[in-house]
C-alpha cells in the first residue's frame, strides 16, 4: 500500500530542508561578500549591507598657505578631500563638529579673514582669498559624506602576495594528503577484518576502537607528543616532523574510520560473499573486487570528513610539526597574517575564503564517487 504525504507535511519537509541549506550557505556567502568588499566598509558595516551606501561623518584638514596659488588678482588653494575615495559625495558639511550638518554641498561660505571656501558635492574645496594667505595650519571640515559600494580584489591580492603563503599552502598539501590516505588505507584493511574474518578477540577489539572514539584530542597530546620524543632520542631522530603530524592525525582518525567502514562492510550482503568463498577466492581477492568497490560511499564519506579536518587542522599542527617556513600551514599562516591585534578583517575573509577552495573542490569531485559507488554497491533482492 503506497501512503500519501499531506501537503502540509510536504511543505514543512521542504521548508526545513530549505532552513538547513541557508544556515550553511549564508555564513559562506557572507564570507565571500565580505572578502573582495573595500577594508573601510568592511570595518564599519555588515556584508548585508554591501549593496546600498554608507554614510559616515568624517574631517578633513585644509593645506597650508604654502600650498596656495596665484588666482587673478588673488589667491587660492584648490584640492579634492576624496582623492582616496573615489565616487564618494558630500551631503553636508561644516566647520565645527557641533554644526557639522550647517551647510548643504555647494554652499559658499565667507569667512572672518575675508576668504571664500566651497566644497562642492563630489569633495572639490575651493578657497579663495583677495589677500596671501598666511596661515601655518589648515583649519578642519567635517563632512557628512555618502560612499557608494567598493568592490575589490586587493584584499586576495595582499594575502597571495605576503610573504610564506605559497609555502603554507604546499606544506598544508603535504600533510594533507598522506594524513587522509593512510588512515583510509589501514582502516579499510582493519574494517574488513572485523566485519568478514573470524578469530579470538574480534569483538574486544571491535570495543576498543569505539571506546576510542569518545577519548577527548585534547587528552592525548602530551602522552603521545612524550611517546614520539622518547622515539626521537632512542633513534637520534627529529620528534616533530611531517612523519610525525602523518602518524598523529592516523592515530586520532583510525577509530572513527574504522568503526564507520566495519559497519558498512558488515552490512553487505552476505551471499555474494559467500558465493566468493565457495568459489574458492582468498580475503584478499574479495576485498579488493567486491568490498573495496561495494564500499566506495563510505569511503569517500571518510575521505571528505578526514580531508577537511587535516586541511582546517591548526592544534595539531602546531604540537606535532613545530614552527618554522617549511612546516607552517596554512591556518597558522593566517593567524601571522591577522598580526598581533587582529583586527585585519579583510584579511581574515579572503585568507579564509582561499583556504575552503581546496576542501570545496575535493567535496565535489568526491560526490562523483560516492554516487556511483552508490549505484555499483546496490543490490535488487529478488
Known amino acids: 500500500m503506497e501512503s500519501h504525504q499531506s501537503p502540509i507535511a510536504s511543505t514543512l519537509k521542504h521548508l526545513a530542508v530549505f532552513l538547513l541549506v541557508a544556515i550553511w550557505t549564508l555564513p559562506t556567502l557572507g564570507l565571500l561578500v565580505s572578502s573582495v568588499r573595500d577594508k573601510d566598509q568592511l570595518s564599519t558595516t555588515g556584508w548585508w549591507s554591501a549593496l ?55 554652499d559658499t561660505v565667507d569667512f572672518d579673514d575675508n576668504t571664500r571656501l566651497t566644497l562642492a558635492e563630489d569633495g572639490t574645496v575651493t578657497w579663495t582669498s583677495e589677500t596671501e594667505f598666511t596661515h601655518t595650519r589648515g583649519p578642519r571640515l567635517f563632512v557628512v559624506q555618502t560612499t557608494p559600494p567598493r568592490f575589490t580584489l586587493t584584499n586576495y591580492k595582499e594575502v597571495l602576495q605576503s610573504e610564506g603563503v605559497g609555502r603554507a599552502f604546499i606544506n598544508t598539501l603535504t600533510v594533507t594528503l598522506p594524513a587522509t590516505f593512510i588512515p583510509i588505507l589501514i582502516a579499510a584493511f582493519a574494517a574488513y577484518a572485523l566485519a568478514w ?16 572514539i569518545v577519548v577527548p584530542l585534547q587528552m592525548s597530546l602530551i602522552p603521545v607528543l612524550q611517546v614520539f620524543a622518547s622515539i626521537g632520542q632512542a633513534f637520534n631522530v627529529p620528534s616533530k616532523s611531517y612523519v610525525t603530524i602523518w602518524l598523529a592525525h592516523t592515530g ?63 592544534l595539531v599542527a602546531a ?31 579572503a585568507g579564509a575564503f582561499i583556504s575552503i577552495v581546496v576542501p570545496i573542490i575535493v567535496f565535489l569531485s568526491m560526490q562523483k564517487y560516492f554516487v556511483r559507488g552508490l549505484l555499483a554497491g546496490s543490490v535488487k533482492g529478488g
Request: charged share 20%.
Open 197 to 212: 574474518m573470524e578469530f579470538k578477540g574480534r569483538m574486544f577489539f571491535l570495543a576498543m576502537i569505539i571506546g576510542l
Open 52 to 106: 546600498t551606501s554608507t554614510t559616515q561623518n568624517e574631517a578633513y584638514r585644509l593645506p597650508r598657505a604654502g600650498e596656495q596659488q596665484p588666482d587673478g588678482d588673488g589667491w587660492k588653494i584648490e584640492l579634492n578631500i576624496f582623492e582616496d575615495n573615489q565616487g564618494a559625495k558630500v551631503g553636508q558639511w561644516g566647520t565645527s563638529p557641533r554644526a557639522i550638518d550647517e551647510h548643504e554641498a555647494g
Open 319 to 349: 604540537v606535532f610539526l613545530g614552527q618554522g617556513e617549511s612546516k607552517t600551514v596554512m591556518t597558522q599562516q593566517l593567524v601571522e597574517l591577522l598580526g598581533s591585534r587582529g583586527d585585519n578583517w579583510e584579511i581574515l575573509t
Open 252 to 314: 586520532f582518525g583510525l577509530p572513527l574510520a574504522i568503526f564507520l567502514l566495519r559497519n558498512y562492510m558488515a552490512s553487505l550482503p552476505r551471499d555474494i560473499i559467500e558465493s566468493a568463498y565457495m568459489d574458492g577466492a582468498t580475503h584478499f581477492q574479495i576485498f579488493m573486487r567486491m568490498i573495496l568497490p561495494l564500499s566506495m560511499p563510505a569511503l569517500a564519506s571518510f575521505t571528505i570528513f578526514q580531508f577537511l579536518w587535516t586541511w582546517n587542522d591548526l
